[in-house]
């Protein structure tokens, strides 16, 4: 995880973490953790879902939290008819070249 290309915090910088959803807090934790590597104040974490269903490391603020049901892969209603797994998310996309 880095920041932009040309983006900087500068120590001191008042800087506030933002996620549209948040489910495992991983994403928001690993630039929180940018955040406090620059010497930036950080602010917090906000979101405007989350739908984590346990603790994410860090203080964390939502316009709205949403249940998530999720199981192991023995308890799976999918996996137990054969659906595919899907693995959507920015993570799993093609890196950009600009």
Do not use: I, N, Q, Y
């Amino acid at each position: 995880m880095r920041l932009r290309r040309g983006f900087d915090l500068m120590p001191g910088e008042r800087t506030l973490v933002v996620e549209d959803v948040v489910t495992t807090g991983r994403s928001a934790g690993e630039v929180l953790g940018l955040v406090e590597a620059s010497g930036a104040d950080a602010l917090g974490v906000a979101a405007l879902v989350d739908r984590s269903s346990r603790t994410v490391g860090f203080s964390l603020r939502a316009v709205l939290r949403v249940e998530a049901t999720s199981w192991g892969a023995d308890g799976c209603p999918l996996c137990e008819r054969g659906v595919p797994l899907d693995a959507p998310g920015s993570r799993h996309l093609p890196e950009s070249t600009g």
